[in-house]
Nanobody
Framework: QVQLVESGGGLVQPGGSLRLSCAAS???????????MNWYRQAPGKEREAVAT???????NYADSIKGRFTISRDNAKNTWYLQVNSLKPEDTAVYYC???????????WGQGTQVTVSS
């Protein structure tokens, strides 16, 4: 079992920045079995979409809509993953979720989400 807690969301003006955090907890075995950590977002009335991925090998991947503006990273010592979001646009407004894919069966674990609102 892995528990995920996001933080760092808020209200920001267009062009602003935030750093979202996702802290993972659980058994050492489960934490070490995380294969990839993903950030998703869901805007009102829209489906949840993948935003960024970082694998346990450090490989990253980004959605085209945010490429060059968002950066995913991790702090292994703190079992925490981050999403630095820069040059925010109103269309980035959404609830942002972190997702951990764990073990050979790729079990999915989700956080509760953190709201990001971009508005002047």
């Amino acid at each position: 079992q892995v528990q995920l807690v996001e933080s760092g969301g808020g209200l920001v003006q267009p062009g602003g920045s935030l750093r979202l955090s996702c802290a993972a907890s659980g058994s050492i075995f489960s934490i070490n079995a995380i294969v990839a950590m993903n950030w998703y977002r869901q805007a009102p009335g829209k489906e949840r979409e993948a935003v960024a991925t970082i694998t346990n090998g450090g490989r990253t991947n980004y959605a085209d809509s945010i490429k060059g503006r968002f950066t995913i990273s991790r702090d292994n010592a703190k079992n925490t993953w981050y999403l630095q979001v820069n040059s925010l646009k109103p269309e980035d407004t959404a609830v942002y979720y972190c997702n951990a894919r764990v073990g050979p069966k790729r079990n999915d674990y989700w956080g509760q989400g953190t709201q990001v609102t971009v508005s002047s």
